[in-house]
């Protein structure tokens, strides 16, 4: 039974896409509490020790220096992604920070531009228009109850986010034809742990043990969302699985429902329709080629 699980690719990634929403609802919980930064630090401590004992077992050997270099620049950039979009999950609603962050596909051709010198095309520049002018309309109406400031912090930060990760998955493109995924997972995971080390040890005050079985659980299950997109796409064509990174908005709206009673207005869904629009024109033109290029998914969320 879990064999033929493992062999049915578009399952494995509705999973994965399920099981990371349910990262961004227990950080939406947990954040405010236990700290933005303290939560960000477990997660990736937990998830540095799942990455390293995979290494570890596949006796994978380490890479050069100049490999090692240039995986510290990628994850630091990640871990900083990462912050801002948790400290937007404290924010926003579910739907609209997750609506906001599928943004980082538009960025991806203009990181590229300025990276790698690749061209921006026409196109790519009117999709790129079209989804951020969705996104402007899902957030135009705040929610009854939302705070202004707060509210506009909270777009500022995943807008960041979406641009730094943008750049990272350009940066991936340059290492990952070069670089096994568990490699990759374990700097993604072990650098932005010993960069947040300070706040495990109560830099920011200290910590609640309660809270320790909720990072294990962040760290354990972001590891499960690499892995089973790894699975996925070994399986079956990216065209095929990536559009199914977008049913995460299905996922985020019905999880705000439940447990946040928060309930997505009408400009959020036509946001949603603009910005998928876009991501999925850009994304056949450039991001599936990425993926085809490095045959593995070039997404590891900093979930």
């Not at 990634?13 to 990262?23: F, K, N």
């Not at 799942?50 to 270099?69: D, K, Y």
């Not at 990181?111 to 196109?123: D, N």
Request: charge should be neutral.
């Amino acid at each position: 039974m879990i064999a033929r699980l493992l062999s049915a690719p578009l399952l494995l990634a509705v999973l994965a896409v399920a099981m990371g929403s349910g990262i961004d609802a227990l950080v939406k919980a947990t954040a405010p509490g236990a700290g933005v930064m303290v939560l960000v630090a477990w997660r990736f401590l937990f998830g540095a020790m799942i990455a390293g004992a995979v290494f570890l077992l596949q006796r994978r050997a380490w890479p050069p220096g100049e490999a090692v270099r240039f995986h510290i620049m990628r994850s630091l950039m990640q871990v900083a992604s990462a912050i801002l979009l948790f400290h937007a999950l404290t924010q926003l609603a579910l739907a609209e920070t997750v609506l906001i962050g599928f943004t980082a596909a538009l960025m991806v051709p203009f990181a590229a531009w300025i990276i790698l010198g690749e061209a921006v095309s026409p196109r790519a520049f009117g999709l790129t228009v079209l989804g951020f002018a969705g996104a402007a309309f899902a957030v135009s109406a705040a929610p009854e109850g939302a705070v202004g400031a707060h509210r506009l912090l909270g777009i500022a930060s995943v807008l960041a986010s979406a641009m730094l990760y943008a750049i990272v998955l350009v940066l991936l493109r340059l290492r990952a034809v070069k670089e096994d995924a568990t490699t990759i997972a374990l700097f993604t995971n072990g650098v932005p742990a010993l960069c947040l080390s300070p706040f495990l040890f109560g830099i920011a005050g200290p910590v609640n043990v309660n809270d320790l079985p909720v990072f294990m659980l962040l760290g354990a299950i972001g590891y499960a969302v690499w892995y089973l997109l790894t699975l996925a796409y070994a399986r079956a064509r990216a065209q095929l699985l990536a559009p199914l990174e977008y049913t995460a908005l299905i996922w985020a709206a019905l999880i705000g429902f439940v447990f946040f009673d928060e309930v997505p207005g009408w400009r959020v869904a036509v946001g949603a329709v603009l910005i998928v629009a876009a991501c999925l024109g850009v994304a056949f033109e450039n991001h599936f080629a990425t993926r085809r290029e490095t045959g593995q998914p070039v997404s590891d969320l900093p979930d």
